[in-house]
């Protein structure tokens, strides 16, 4: 029989893959190209609807709205990157959060306007549904799903940055764009690449995440604090990092809201603010 | 972010000759007594513009001049909206004393909190002011018997300004009040920008490694760019609580901090009306727009943001001299 401190670790974890895979996209644009795109979690929003759609007016299965939610993010974001982002890569901070904010409003208005301002709930199939008692403990089979999928994510990114052409560009242009220039890698269309494949991952954990957060307008700004607390307390550019700090941040969460439930999202921002304090770029970060 | 010719122009005749007032500048603050005949209905708008346009001010100094761009900044004015409530149920009633003790507090903390904004640059200084803010808004939120948390504060009460303008339903005294604070505070960061501290603020904006290069300690220079930036919004607070006679935990939202950035930029950033202007704009636009339809609000102002990043780089102000300078040229 396990104490229910090890409950807390197993629903914090899930949470954390859930904001791993909403945040590592993030994470590699920013580490790659300076950029900083507060408009990520509209995209994500972008993928919840997609699998929201299919389900409710369709009645496709869960499982197949998901590679949608991913295609449809990634296709709508290389759009978006190609008219508006693109003139902003030399700009200042500043401008690219402006930009970027802006977008993001506009994301919550519209959704607004299509869908209301009601949740909108999706039924998972009933497999994915109820808990499994192991160890004396309630697992939920969701939570578990999500942890398997979160592995699966950084398994195949890892494998794919580390032993592929494409994966090694990406390295080279984090580690050093304009030596990776010089050497002929041409930075802007493997930047495209990653971020269409940021907003991919994005759409699908904005689909995964109805089932544990539900899904209305303000999901857009509400978990970009999230990501942005992950993507810096992580480290730019770093899978490792966004892991880690996924990690801490969901099982700070859960277990703060679990036995100090009056201080509310109090203990996220104090882990943050305290890692941040020791090390300024991150627990991964470099610069 | 003005042109500095460079013929035989002394650092001192330059500080000269910008702290000559224009007459631009003089028919700006005699437009702003117009809503007193103009617009007598509008007062309590007018007297949050005012308000408003004090905390952008604020945030001007240390994004517009030193390039520090924060999104905690409300906890600033929170602290002053929160001081000057306590202190008139506390204490006594009288609002310049209560505005000062806003401005004590809300200086103190920011000094006590500049030693950490100072260490740090870029998207980690962005999430470390995002980050004190939020706790210090769950920290408000949580001190229910000080603060009356979510409920707001209620209590609060406010004697007549110099014992003869009672604050009334119209907003003329909110309104004739805010408006001379605003004054007084806006002369001393003018003064303070066309000082040579001034100068290294700008310095630092430009090329923050330079500075200590020839000489400029720029720690210290953020040090206390940030506490006077802290004092200013913490004045601006009190003042929204003395005018409203109300204080809700929404002073210390991330909503506030954001939107202020945005009516800076909108404005201008790096002028010292800029945050003026944009106020102004902001607020109207809210004030028609939200009537329509209030939900799609931010659909305007993330349109607006787009805009102003694409077409206006530097706010509304950037673009009108813009303008005026090709105007002049052709």
């Known amino acids: 029989m396990l104490p229910p401190v090890f409950g807390v670790l197993f629903d914090g974890i899930a949470y954390g893959m859930l904001l791993f895979v909403l945040s590592v996209g993030m994470s590699v644009t920013l580490g790659l190209m300076n950029f900083v795109n507060l408009a990520h979690c509209a995209f994500a929003m972008l993928g919840a609807y997609v699998t929201v759609v299919l389900m409710k007016d369709f009645h496709w299965n869960f499982f197949v709205t998901l590679p949608m939610a991913f295609a449809v993010s990634a296709l709508v974001s290389v759009a978006v990157e190609r008219v508006l982002y693109r003139r902003l890569y030399r700009a200042s901070d500043l401008d690219q959060v402006l930009l970027t904010i802006g977008l993001a409003f506009m994301s919550v208005a519209i959704a607004a306007w299509f869908f209301g301002t009601t949740q909108q709930p999706i039924s998972v199939p009933s497999y994915l549904r109820g808990s499994i008692s192991l160890l004396g403990l309630d697992l939920g089979v969701y939570r578990m799903f999500l942890i398997a999928v979160g592995i699966a994510v950084t398994v195949l990114l890892v494998l794919t940055l580390e032993h592929t052409r494409f994966g090694a560009q990406v390295r080279a242009a984090v580690d050093n764009q304009r030596m990776a220039r010089g050497l002929g890698i041409d930075v802007d269309r493997t930047f495209a690449v990653t971020f269409a494949l940021g907003s991919g991952l994005a759409g699908l954990g904005g689909a995964l995440a109805i089932e544990i957060v539900g899904l209305d307008p303000q999901f857009a700004l509400i978990y970009l604090v999230y990501v942005l607390i992950i993507v810096s307390v992580g480290g730019l550019g770093s899978i490792a990092g966004s892991f880690a700090a996924a990690c801490l941040i969901g099982v700070s969460d859960i277990a703060g809201k679990y036995y100090v439930p009056q201080l509310g999202s109090f203990l996220i921002y104090l882990v943050m603010v305290a890692v941040l304090m020791w090390r300024p770029a991150g627990l991964f970060g470099r610069r | ?330």
Request: aromatic letters at 12%; glycine letters at 12%.
């Open chain 2, 1 to 330: 972010m003005t042109q500095i010719s460079t013929t035989s122009l002394t650092p001192q005749l330059y500080l000269q000759r910008q702290t000559r007032w224009r007459p631009i500048e003089i028919v700006f603050w005699a437009a702003t007594l117009l809503p007193f005949w103009l617009f007598p209905t509008y007062l309590s708008l007018a007297s949050q513009i005012a308000i408003t346009g004090l905390f952008a001010l604020s945030l001007d100094l240390i994004l517009g001049y030193a390039g520090i761009v924060s999104l905690g900044h409300a906890a600033f004015f929170g602290i002053g909206a929160y001081t000057a409530g306590l202190f008139s149920k506390f204490v006594w009633g009288e609002p310049f004393s209560g505005l000062v003790a806003a401005a004590a507090v809300a200086g103190i903390v920011g000094y006590a909190s500049s030693f950490i904004i100072s260490r740090f640059r870029h998207l980690t200084l962005i999430m470390i002011t995002l980050g004190l803010g939020l706790l210090l808004k769950e920290a408000a939120n949580s001190a229910h018997w000080l603060t009356g948390g979510s409920d707001g504060l209620q209590g609060v009460s406010i004697d007549p300004v110099l014992g003869l303008f009672k604050f009334d339903l119209y907003g003329r005294t909110a309104y004739g009040y805010s408006l001379a604070v605003l004054f007084v505070v806006f002369l001393c960061a003018r003064r303070i920008i066309n000082s040579p501290f001034g100068l290294a603020l700008r310095g630092i904006r430009e090329n923050v490694v330079r500075m200590p290069a020839i000489g400029a300690d720029s720690r210290a220079h953020i040090r206390k760019v940030y506490t006077i930036a802290a004092i200013i919004a913490g004045i601006a607070g009190g003042l929204l609580t003395q005018t409203t006679q109300t204080v809700a935990l929404e002073v210390l939202s991330f909503e506030r901090s954001a939107d202020v950035v945005v009516m800076l930029v909108l404005g201008g950033a790096g002028r010292l009306y800029g945050g003026l202007i944009g106020a102004t704009v902001y607020m109207i636009a809210r004030d028609q727009f939200s009537g329509i339809a209030p939900q799609y609000w931010y659909f305007w102002i993330g349109a607006l943001l787009v805009i102003v990043v694409t077409l206006l780089p530097n706010g509304i102000l950037g673009g009108l001299s813009r303008l005026i300078r090709r105007w002049r040229r052709s």
